[in-house]
């Protein structure tokens, strides 16, 4: 298998395939699944606010039960982990430590850094829950796809899974108000090929203005 160094970004992106048959013997140490978050982490998202959560779930007992959860669906069980990015409705008050840490990193000076955060207060509050929901929605689509990118680079498989008892998961793992499930990820080594698959060619679904 080639390292993250031997592989080019085109030919991760074309390698990456959905997975659903894994081998349930592998295990992927906790350090590398904080590692691979880390990095998906580097994201972009609305006004730096990073609203993703995320719960990792590699105890095998927790899995079998989650899989019940997720409409039966094997890969939950027996991938080497499951990592379930969630969004945070209330992610804007954590506003002003977000831009402290980029002043003390001299990444933006203190005048920027008040306007910043005197915005994000004036803005985000009063926005109607349904909205702040749309943009943890968009941003966790983001660090997802980042993060399914950095684990292929590092030789692992996984697949996003969006059909689950969204309220079942919530109540079992005990979330909190502001916080809602959006897709589950599992990851590990193919045990089986992917389902190959193709795409609509470019002139379906791309037009210049």
Not at 81 to 100: F, M, P, R, W
């Amino acid at each position: 298998m080639s390292t993250l160094s031997e592989k080019t970004l085109q030919e991760v992106i074309q390698e990456r395939k959905s997975v659903r048959v894994y081998d349930d013997t592998v295990t992927i140490p906790r350090e590398e699944l904080e590692d691979m978050l880390r990095e998906a982490m580097l994201a972009p998202s609305s006004s730096n606010l990073q609203p993703w959560r995320f719960i990792v779930i590699d105890d095998k007992e927790t899995q079998k039960e989650l899989r019940e959860i997720a409409n039966n669906q094997a890969q939950v069980e027996t991938s080497s982990a499951v990592i379930a990015v969630l969004g945070d409705t209330e992610a804007y008050k954590n506003v002003e430590k977000i831009y402290s840490q980029s002043f003390e990193a001299g990444l933006v000076d203190e005048a920027n850094m008040k306007r910043l955060v005197e915005g994000t207060n004036q803005l985000y509050p009063k926005l109607p829950d349904s909205v702040r929901q749309n943009i943890a929605n968009f941003d966790a689509g983001l660090v997802s796809m980042q993060l399914m990118l950095i684990a292929k680079a590092r030789g692992y498989d996984t697949v996003p899974m969006g059909g689950f008892d969204k309220a079942k998961f919530s109540q079992k793992f005990n979330l909190a108000n502001n916080e809602f499930p959006i897709v589950l990820i599992a990851i590990g080594k193919a045990a089986a090929p992917a389902f190959q698959t193709t795409r609509l060619p470019l002139d379906a679904t791309v037009r210049f203005a």
